[in-house]
Nanobody
Framework: VQLQACGGGLVQAGGSLRLSCVVF????????MGWYRQAPGKQRELVAD???????NYANSVKGRYTISRDNAENTVYLQMNSLKPEDTAVYYC??????????????WGQGTLVTVSS
């Protein structure tokens, strides 16, 4: 299984970016897909996740500004980021993990993509 993320870059405060993560492997349609971020000197944190059924969960810091979505036919998860703030600057990682009801556990990470928001 491989996760390939892209879409990061440099943007001014108030701008928008869309991250994409393609999953190569058969697990996508059943997995909980998530986006995490890690800012310099800070721990990695969950930004948003989405179940295979489309239920979403967001960190309080991004609610109303970020939208996570998935295209099960394309094995792709997206993160639309609007109204970006300098404090959103971080390396963003996509993640795939087993449904919570499963006994068999797995978790895969993509390479990070850097998002830099200038003030």
């Amino acid at each position: 299984v491989q996760l390939q993320a892209c879409g990061g870059g440099l943007v001014q405060a108030g701008g928008s970016l869309r991250l994409s993560c393609v999953v190569f492997g058969s697990i996508f349609s059943i997995s909980i897909m998530g986006w995490y971020r890690q800012a310099p000197g800070k721990q990695r944190e969950l930004v948003a996740d989405i179940t295979f059924g489309g239920s979403t969960n967001y960190a309080n810091s991004v609610k109303g500004r970020y939208t996570i979505s998935r295209d099960n036919a394309e094995n792709t998860v997206y993160l639309q980021m609007n109204s970006l703030k300098p404090e959103d600057t971080a390396v963003y990682y996509c993640n795939a993990k087993n449904p919570t009801s499963w006994q068999m556990q797995y978790e895969f990470w993509g390479q990070g993509t850097l998002v830099t928001v200038s003030s």
